[in-house]
């Protein structure tokens, strides 16, 4: 392929939609010197393929090709299809937020009786009028990464979250992407959750289509600060539509003494990136990432981790599971990094693949980067296929072969899912398990 | 948990500072002009009377490296080399025609007496007692640019094998090295293979014909000794069907305050059911404490199996170098092939160290297992960066992969960069870091007969390197022998 000629095209073809767009972006002043930095910076490396050593194993260029035109604001025909998917999708007990098409949508979300110290605006009043500390934070990820910058350039909308000091919320907060496809079309979303000291949260991201929805890409990001001695539980639900692309990335920082447990689960999408950057500004933190990718047909998921133990006496923790069917590919890529003088840190990351099927593909590169004498790191990484011996026990038993298979895939996907520690939204990722494994037949 | 203190020590013994192979011999020599043209390749292969393809493929070679870029995305850093600073030919200087060992220059002999590496074939080693009594090493000596001197001659000849500098190969078996000479690393390979295959001026040539099992072991001993000088050797074995030979190398520096070029270019055959052993104990200059001079060591380093149920194991000791990158790897292509590869890299001082392995799983059932020690010290950097790679077709590819490091002090970094990709599914791939996994069965067994779980650890990984360090020379091994006692107590994934 003429690498040269793809980036011109691509390059030139959304140039034009950054310049039609424009108006539909919100900020003005610094904010828009700041879009015009990002999308330079973007324009300047285009979509990243596989010489770029952070994404050997997704070649956008190859999978995605382009970034489609910014989708049009959500009209009544749209909402009413996203309110049946969201109706579809809803999880019990929670507060939703519902961005359409990459626009919030207030009569889809709930946004009354909120517990004292929670605070709900949209990234557009945040950017437009909000102030200078949250637009700084919003402002604050660079362009190194070409599709961070490109989500930086083109953000539309989005939720941001303030929780005060002291405060613990009882009730999950869940953030839903609704993609009403009816054009192919890219949605680009940034949201931000600011987590006080001595507080407390669950937060859960779903990504879903409506019915009929295919081609459309999410471009998605998500900023988060939790303070000294707060607790933010985290859980990411991918149902994309199998021709969708989505590409998130989130950016973490934790305060002393803080805990971070996030979990994330992947099984929609045609093409998919997660890539998150936790990073330790206080010492006695602790990071549980979890994560399991459920794939098959021509699937592609990469789940890029990228942790970062800048202060001593942290602890880490990563367990990571692939699932790959037919003509699948699945993409790992963790790196620690232990910098100078983070002593006494505690990191450990493994990663297993499972292959089933001899066309499907599994890429790990569990990384480690260590700058400090008086650490505990270490990683592990298998692949390989179900054990002959553990499914002939089961077939022994009267199991059937698909029966047998979906009970080790199970045992095999559980380890990472039981970190989740609500109740209600561990049932929901076995569900989700659950379905994807009756969907094999 | 911090290094103990034995392992500090032990460490510090080795230390850039403690560079035993730093003199330098004063011998007239005989150079290239500075720099790098067409001409330098024209004066090198005229140097050598090579024929005509020879010199073609080479300046083949060198065009297409003039249309290449260094890689960048090794973790090493050192200032940008100009190539037309140096010496690409440099050959000791013959005070008259040599007929038999007695005839090299006395300089030259006292330098690998020095260093002491045997080119008298009576010799046996001294301190070295082994129940055979006269074990045998034959050893091509490797001066600057040139061979100085090929032992055992006779006795290979008898057995049917081919050893002898690549140069008088290209001359007197030109059928061979035409038919394998860069199949396994391609000019066009990488840039520093590329450059190689341009300027290469010596190294050596092994071929064991079917069946035969090499009577001895054989050792190159490369010493760059002049000033600005790049050493660009390129070694080729070939193990036809049947076959085995083990093969050793060394290689030292006197200490300068510049660096110097290092690039070298290794290719290894196997046929069905050949065994190639290749051993390498890297005790290159490393710089000084503070990180002047030292040799920039680039080495392309590759074998193939290319018959089925052939084996190559590749063992390296690396202690010297201001900056080694090196990946000595394996392409598995006969069914049941199998590779290996045992790595100690230690650095110090201001030493830069990415190295690693690959194996590429293409033919099927084949194995692969991959023992890596990285210890960092000083405010060096060891990076140890690894493919495993299993191939469509390659079902039942099993690989095995064990990387520790250890670092001694806060100011330097140890790093593990693996790739794991797995192309089916019967592909079978282990990555781990973590000591306390490697075979349970054998540590339980060990803690049972009153090991505590950290000597059961040693016991192991230390049992495993030194049944093959124990194949070294006794030179090599005694710097070896330092290394493989270093306790794996605080050693990271």
């Given at each position: 392929?003429?690498?040269a000629l793809v980036?011109n095209?691509t390059?030139s073809?959304?140039?034009?939609?950054?310049a039609?767009?424009?108006?539909?972006?919100?900020g003005t002043g610094k904010?828009?010197?700041a879009?015009?930095?990002?999308?330079a910076?973007?324009?300047?490396?285009?979509?990243?393929?596989r010489?770029?050593?952070?994404?050997k194993y997704?070649?956008?260029?190859?999978l995605?090709?382009e970034?489609?035109?910014l989708?049009?604001?959500p009209g009544t025909a749209e909402?009413?299809r996203?309110?049946t998917a969201?109706?579809l999708h809803?999880?019990e007990?929670v507060?939703?937020?519902?961005l359409v098409?990459?626009?919030?949508a207030?009569k889809?979300?709930?946004?009354g009786?909120?517990e004292?110290?929670?605070?709900?605006?949209?990234?557009?009043?945040?950017?437009?009028?909000?102030?200078a500390?949250l637009?700084?934070?919003?402002l604050a990820?660079?362009n190194s990464n070409?599709m961070?910058a490109l989500n930086?350039?083109?953000?539309?909308d989005?939720?941001?979250i303030?929780?005060a000091?002291?405060?613990v919320?009882?009730?999950p907060?869940q953030?839903?992407h609704?993609?009403s496809?009816?054009v192919?079309a890219?949605m680009f979303?940034?949201s931000?959750?600011?987590?006080g000291?001595?507080?407390?949260a669950t937060l859960v991201?779903?990504?879903v289509?409506?019915?009929?929805a295919?081609?459309?890409q999410?471009?998605d990001s998500?900023i988060v600060?939790i303070?000294?001695?707060?607790?933010?539980d985290h859980?990411?639900?991918?149902?994309?539509?199998?021709d969708a692309?989505?590409?998130s990335?989130?950016v973490?920082?934790l305060?002393?003494?803080?805990?971070?447990?996030?979990f994330?689960?992947?099984?929609?999408?045609?093409?998919s990136?997660y890539?998150?950057t936790?990073?330790?500004a206080?010492e006695g933190?602790?990071?549980e990432?979890?994560g399991v990718n459920?794939l098959?047909?021509?699937?592609h998921?990469?789940t890029t981790?990228?942790m970062?133990h800048?202060?001593?006496?942290?602890?880490?923790?990563?367990?990571f599971?692939?699932?790959v069917d037919?003509?699948?590919?699945s993409?790992?890529q963790g790196?620690i990094?232990?910098?100078?003088h983070?002593q006494?840190?505690d990191?450990?990351?493994?990663?297993?693949?499972?292959?089933l099927s001899d066309?499907?593909?599994?890429?790990?590169k569990?990384?480690l980067?260590?700058?400090a004498?008086?650490v505990t790191?270490?990683?592990?990484a298998?692949?390989g296929?179900l054990?002959?011996s553990?499914l002939?026990y089961?077939?022994?038993r009267?199991?059937?072969?698909k029966e047998a298979?979906?009970?080790?895939?199970?045992?095999?996907v559980?380890e990472a899912?039981e970190?989740i520690v609500n109740?209600?939204l561990?049932?929901?990722?076995?569900a989700a398990?659950?379905?994807?494994l009756?969907?094999?037949? | 948990?911090?290094?103990?203190?034995?392992?500090v020590?032990?460490v510090r013994?080795?230390d850039v500072?403690?560079y035993r192979?730093?003199f330098e011999?004063l011998?007239?020599s005989?150079k290239?002009?500075?720099?790098?043209?067409?001409d330098?390749?024209?004066?090198?292969s005229?140097?050598k009377?090579?024929p005509?393809w020879m010199?073609?493929w080479?300046?083949?070679a060198?065009r297409r490296w003039?249309t290449?870029?260094?890689?960048?995305?090794?973790?090493?850093?050192y200032?940008?080399i100009d190539?037309?600073?140096l010496?690409?030919?440099?050959?000791?200087?013959p005070k008259?025609t040599?007929?038999?060992?007695?005839?090299?220059?006395p300089?030259?002999?006292?330098?690998?007496?020095k260093?002491?590496i045997?080119?008298?074939?009576?010799?046996v080693l001294e301190?070295v007692?082994?129940?055979e009594g006269q074990?045998?090493?034959?050893?091509?000596?490797v001066?600057?640019?040139?061979?100085?001197?090929?032992?055992f001659?006779?006795?290979?000849k008898a057995a049917g094998v081919?050893?002898?500098?690549?140069?008088e190969a290209i001359?007197?078996?030109p059928e061979l090295?035409k038919?394998y000479?860069?199949?396994?690393v391609p000019?066009?390979?990488n840039?520093f293979?590329?450059?190689?295959s341009a300027?290469?001026?010596?190294g050596?040539?092994v071929?064991?014909?079917?069946?035969?099992?090499c009577p001895m072991?054989l050792s190159?001993?490369f010493?760059?000794n002049?000033r600005n000088?790049g050493q660009?050797?390129?070694t080729?074995?070939?193990?036809?069907?049947?076959a085995y030979v083990?093969?050793?190398?060394?290689?030292?520096?006197?200490?300068?305050?510049?660096n110097?070029l290092h690039?070298?270019?290794?290719e290894?055959v196997?046929?069905?059911?050949?065994?190639?052993?290749?051993?390498t104990v890297q005790?290159?200059y490393?710089?000084?404490?503070?990180?002047?001079?030292g040799i920039?060591n680039f080495?392309?380093k590759r074998?193939?199996?290319r018959?089925?149920?052939?084996?190559i194991s590749?063992?390296?000791?690396?202690?010297?170098s201001?900056i080694t990158?090196k990946y000595?790897s394996c392409?598995?292509?006969g069914d049941?092939s199998r590779g290996e590869?045992?790595s100690?890299?230690?650095?110090?001082?201001h030493q830069?160290?990415d190295?690693g392995?690959k194996?590429?799983h293409?033919g099927?059932?084949t194995?692969?297992?991959?023992?890596s020690k990285?210890?960092a010290?000083?405010?060096?950097?060891?990076?140890?960066?690894?493919?495993?790679?299993?191939?469509?077709?390659?079902?039942g590819?099993?690989?095995f992969?064990?990387c520790?490091s250890?670092?001694?002090?806060?100011?330097c970094?140890?790093h593990?960069?693996?790739?794991?990709?797995?192309k089916?599914?019967?592909?079978l791939?282990?990555?781990?870091?973590?000591t306390?996994?490697?075979s349970?069965?054998?540590?339980?067994?060990?803690v049972q007969r009153?090991?505590?779980?950290e000597e059961a650890v040693?016991?192991?990984?230390?049992?495993?390197?030194k049944?093959?360090?124990?194949?070294?020379?006794?030179e090599?091994?005694?710097?070896?022998?330092?290394?493989i006692?270093?306790?794996?107590?605080?050693?990271?994934?």
């Amino acid at each position: 392929m003429n690498v040269a000629l793809v980036k011109n095209e691509t390059g030139s073809a959304l140039s034009d939609s950054f310049a039609i767009a424009r108006d539909r972006l919100p900020g003005t002043g610094k904010v828009v010197g700041a879009r015009e930095a990002a999308f330079a910076a973007y324009a300047q490396a285009g979509l990243p393929h596989r010489r770029i050593e952070d994404w050997k194993y997704t070649d956008l260029r190859a999978l995605m090709r382009e970034v489609l035109p910014l989708a049009p604001a959500p009209g009544t025909a749209e909402l009413t299809r996203a309110a049946t998917a969201a109706k579809l999708h809803a999880i019990e007990g929670v507060r939703r937020l519902v961005l359409v098409d990459g626009v919030f949508a207030p009569k889809l979300s709930e946004l009354g009786g909120l517990e004292k110290g929670l605070v709900i605006r949209t990234l557009r009043e945040t950017l437009e009028a909000g102030d200078a500390a949250l637009q700084a934070q919003l402002l604050a990820p660079d362009n190194s990464n070409p599709m961070v910058a490109l989500n930086s350039a083109m953000m539309t909308d989005g939720v941001v979250i303030e929780i005060a000091d002291g405060v613990v919320l009882t009730q999950p907060l869940q953030i839903v992407h609704i993609a009403s496809g009816n054009v192919p079309a890219a949605m680009f979303t940034r949201s931000l959750l600011r987590l006080g000291k001595d507080a407390g949260a669950t937060l859960v991201e779903s990504y879903v289509a409506a019915d009929g929805a295919k081609t459309y890409q999410v471009h998605d990001s998500l900023i988060v600060s939790i303070g000294n001695n707060s607790r933010l539980d985290h859980v990411r639900l991918n149902e994309d539509s199998r021709d969708a692309s989505n590409i998130s990335s989130a950016v973490v920082s934790l305060g002393a003494h803080a805990h971070f447990n996030t979990f994330g689960m992947m099984s929609g999408a045609g093409v998919s990136r997660y890539q998150a950057t936790i990073a330790f500004a206080g010492e006695g933190s602790k990071v549980e990432t979890n994560g399991v990718n459920l794939l098959n047909g021509k699937q592609h998921a990469d789940t890029t981790l990228f942790m970062d133990h800048a202060v001593p006496n942290g602890a880490s923790r990563e367990i990571f599971r692939a699932v790959v069917d037919d003509r699948a590919h699945s993409v790992f890529q963790g790196r620690i990094i232990v910098r100078p003088h983070a002593q006494k840190t505690d990191a450990k990351m493994m990663t297993r693949a499972l292959l089933l099927s001899d066309e499907a593909e599994a890429d790990n590169k569990p990384e480690l980067e260590i700058f400090a004498d008086d650490v505990t790191c270490g990683h592990g990484a298998t692949t390989g296929a179900l054990d002959e011996s553990l499914l002939f026990y089961l077939r022994a038993r009267g199991l059937s072969e698909k029966e047998a298979q979906a009970l080790l895939i199970q045992a095999f996907v559980g380890e990472a899912i039981e970190s989740i520690v609500n109740d209600g939204l561990r049932e929901l990722a076995i569900a989700a398990a659950e379905r994807w494994l009756e969907a094999r037949g | 948990m911090p290094a103990v203190q034995e392992t500090v020590d032990r460490v510090r013994q080795i230390d850039v500072d403690q560079y035993r192979y730093g003199f330098e011999t004063l011998i007239e020599s005989d150079k290239a002009p500075k720099g790098l043209s067409e001409d330098t390749v024209r004066f090198i292969s005229a140097k050598k009377n090579e024929p005509a393809w020879m010199l073609e493929w080479r300046l083949e070679a060198y065009r297409r490296w003039l249309t290449m870029t260094e890689p960048q995305w090794a973790r090493v850093h050192y200032p940008k080399i100009d190539y037309q600073d140096l010496y690409y030919y440099s050959a000791p200087k013959p005070k008259k025609t040599i007929g038999s060992l007695d005839e090299i220059d006395p300089d030259i002999l006292e330098t690998y007496k020095k260093l002491g590496i045997p080119l008298r074939e009576v010799e046996v080693l001294e301190g070295v007692v082994r129940p055979e009594g006269q074990r045998k090493i034959a050893v091509d000596a490797v001066f600057d640019s040139v061979s100085v001197a090929t032992t055992f001659q006779k006795e290979l000849k008898a057995a049917g094998v081919i050893f002898m500098p690549i140069s008088e190969a290209i001359r007197e078996h030109p059928e061979l090295v035409k038919k394998y000479l860069g199949t396994v690393v391609p000019t066009s390979d990488n840039y520093f293979a590329t450059l190689n295959s341009a300027v290469f001026s010596d190294g050596s040539f092994v071929y064991v014909p079917p069946g035969v099992r090499c009577p001895m072991e054989l050792s190159t001993y490369f010493r760059i000794n002049e000033r600005n000088t790049g050493q660009f050797e390129r070694t080729l074995i070939i193990a036809d069907k049947g076959a085995y030979v083990s093969y050793l190398e060394g290689c030292t520096a006197p200490q300068r305050d510049e660096n110097q070029l290092h690039a070298a270019v290794v290719e290894l055959v196997t046929h069905d059911d050949a065994e190639i052993k290749y051993s390498t104990v890297q005790n290159w200059y490393p710089g000084n404490s503070e990180g002047k001079g030292g040799i920039y060591n680039f080495v392309t380093k590759r074998g193939d199996c290319r018959g089925n149920n052939s084996k190559i194991s590749w063992t390296q000791v690396e202690t010297g170098s201001a900056i080694t990158w090196k990946y000595p790897s394996c392409i598995l292509r006969g069914d049941n092939s199998r590779g290996e590869f045992y790595s100690i890299a230690i650095s110090n001082g201001h030493q830069q160290v990415d190295s690693g392995t690959k194996m590429i799983h293409l033919g099927k059932n084949t194995t692969s297992r991959i023992i890596s020690k990285g210890i960092a010290a000083g405010v060096s950097q060891n990076t140890y960066r690894g493919l495993v790679t299993a191939h469509r077709k390659a079902t039942g590819a099993r690989n095995f992969t064990a990387c520790d490091s250890l670092l001694i002090g806060d100011k330097c970094g140890a790093h593990t960069v693996p790739y794991v990709e797995a192309k089916n599914s019967s592909a079978l791939f282990e990555h781990e870091a973590t000591t306390s996994k490697i075979s349970e069965d054998v540590l339980f067994y060990c803690v049972q007969r009153g090991l505590s779980q950290e000597e059961a650890v040693g016991l192991v990984v230390n049992g495993f390197v030194k049944d093959v360090l124990q194949q070294l020379p006794m030179e090599f091994a005694v710097e070896a022998q330092k290394l493989i006692s270093i306790s794996l107590e605080g050693s990271v994934g």
